[in-house]
T-cell receptor, first 112, second 108 residues
Framework: DTAVSQTPKYLVTQMGNDKSIKCEQN?????MYWYKQDSKKFLKIMFS???????INETVPNRFSPKSPDKAHLNLHINSLELGDSAVYFC???????????FGPGTRLTVT | KNEVEQSPQNLTAQEGEFITINCSYS?????LHWLQQHPGGGIVSLFM???GKKKHGRLIATINIQEKHSSLHITASHPRDSAVYIC??????????FGAGTRLTVKP
């Protein structure tokens, strides 16, 4: 069973569109994250959700909005997509008893 | 200066060689996370350690909390070890800073 899953794996879309990426974890973890990995493979945190409460929002444009319908899901919605949004987006989760994070397979977003 | 520095950036080795990747960090609590990212893109957690040494198969991770330094070693390296290895320092319960990664290529 996949612990942290993301859909879709690949997403190609045009500038100006709105898109969502879904993330689900079946580990019973209470904290979930979204990361962006740029073309240089550098990972940066975007959001952290703990018990449905947004904890961190790094300098991310407000076109990006995380939505957590329940503890097992943290979806990422992006409005008015721009070329610079092209990247790989990773979802991750963590249990409160450890700092270790478990990552999803990533979603490669390409904005044309 | 990055908060989490890795060296080397790129590393090429022959199969069977002993590999060492280093990580120094200036932030975070007293723990460090080692991750592996394969060419296919997925990220796998290798170790989370806060003291001493951990071993898993041919992988060994050590950490010196006082010096804020950690090393990842691979013994008897194999081409399937080729990947990007990333160290990350948890800042608190909800934030983490990542190194830029070390791209390892092991040639047969």
């Amino acid at each position: 069973d996949t612990a942290v899953s993301q859909t879709p794996k690949y997403l190609v879309t045009q500038m100006g569109n709105d898109k969502s990426i879904k993330c689900e974890q079946n580990l019973g973890h209470d904290t979930m994250y979204w990361y962006k990995q740029d073309s240089k493979k550098f990972l940066k945190i975007m959001f952290s959700y703990n018990n449905k409460e947004l904890i961190i929002n790094e300098t991310v444009p407000n076109r990006f909005s995380p939505k957590s319908p329940d503890k097992a899901h943290l979806n990422l919605h992006i409005n008015s997509l721009e070329l610079g949004d092209s990247a790989v987006y990773f979802c991750a989760s963590r249990d409160s008893s450890s700092y270790e994070q478990y990552f999803g397979p990533g979603t490669r977003l390409t904005v044309t | 200066k990055n908060e989490v520095e890795q060296s080397p950036q790129n590393l090429t080795a022959q199969e069977g060689e002993f590999i060492t990747i280093n990580c120094s960090y200036s932030v975070g609590i007293s723990a460090l996370h080692w991750l592996q990212q394969h060419p296919g893109g997925g990220i796998v957690s290798l170790f989370m350690l806060s003291s001493g040494k951990k071993k898993h198969g041919r992988l060994i991770a050590t950490i010196n909390i006082q010096e804020k330094h950690s090393s990842l070693h691979i013994t008897a390296s194999h081409p399937r070890d080729s990947a990007v290895y990333i160290c990350a320092a948890p800042l608190n319960n909800n934030d983490m800073r990542f190194g830029a990664g070390t791209r390892l290529t092991v040639k047969p």
